[in-house]
T-cell receptor, first 114, second 115 residues
Framework: DGGITQSPKYLFRKEGQNVTLSCEQNLNHDAMYWYRQDPGQGLRLIYYSQIVNDFQKGDIAEGYSVSREKKESFPLTVTSAQKNPTAFYLC?????????????FGNGTRLTVT | AQSVTQLDSQVPVFEEAPVELRCNYSSSVSVYLFWYVQYPNQGLQLLLK??????LVKGINGFEAEFNKSQTSFHLRKPSVHISDTAEYFCAVSTLREYGNKLVFGAGTILRVKS
């Protein structure tokens, strides 16, 4: 079955360390996204990519970085510059740019930084 | 700037009762509207969407929503809920900007179905 795979499901890191979250899709979608979810705040867009080798900052990109070297992969790095990194991170994809075609989501990675 | 307001953070309801989850948005241009559902520790799944046409939209699991342009609302309804409907529901609105659409999510409404 086609879908989006995020790994790991749970991730624990010490403060000051960079950490990379994996996102792979086999839906052949052009667009991919990273969202951050905090209780009571809905989803906030971190980065998105509409095509390979191109990506754009979302609303809360500070302290994060991404790459899009392959169509099926869109890893997110949470750097030590992110002041409050503990959150639930969701990766999504769509056939076209955001807001027209529905988003398909992975099951998320819960990151805890202590 | 567009915004999405989900008026209730939590909605408790008994099994087999009807439910309405409210969503209002602000936008000065045409919009596309979505409802997503999230079960615990999972990603979001699309329930239904409004792009154009009939203002009453039917989705999966017996849910429906009505687009009301004059009231800028897109409330989600189900005539009879089940325990399995317990989840968090997100309204999302997309508006066309000069450089592509922007999708904004509401803060979510937790639906708790009690037996």
């Amino acid at each position: 079955d086609g879908g989006i795979t995020q790994s790991p499901k749970y991730l624990f890191r010490k403060e000051g360390q960079n950490v990379t979250l994996s996102c792979e899709q086999n839906l052949n979608h052009d667009a991919m996204y990273w969202y951050r979810q905090d209780p009571g705040q809905g989803l906030r867009l971190i980065y998105y990519s509409q095509i390979v080798n191109d990506f754009q900052k979302g609303d809360i990109a500070e302290g994060y970085s991404v790459s899009r070297e392959k169509k099926e992969s869109f890893p997110l790095t949470v750097t030590s510059a992110q002041k409050n990194p503990t959150a639930f991170y969701l990766c999504a994809s769509s056939t076209t740019g955001q807001g027209i075609s529905p988003l398909h989501f992975g099951n998320g990675t819960r990151l805890t930084v202590t | 700037a567009q915004s999405v307001t989900q008026l209730d953070s939590q909605v408790p309801v008994f099994e087999e009762a009807p439910v309405e989850l409210r969503c209002n948005y602000s936008s000065s241009v045409s919009v596309y509207l979505f409802w997503y559902v999230q079960y615990p520790n999972q990603g979001l799944q699309l329930l239904l969407k409004y792009l154009s046409g009939s203002t009453l939209v039917k989705g999966i699991n017996g849910f429906e929503a009505e687009f009301n342009k004059s009231q800028t609302s897109f409330h989600l309804r189900k005539p009879s809920v089940h325990i399995s409907d317990t989840a968090e529901y997100f309204c999302a609105v997309s508006t066309l900007r000069e450089y592509g659409n922007k999708l904004v999510f509401g803060a979510g409404t937790i639906l708790r179905v009690k037996s």
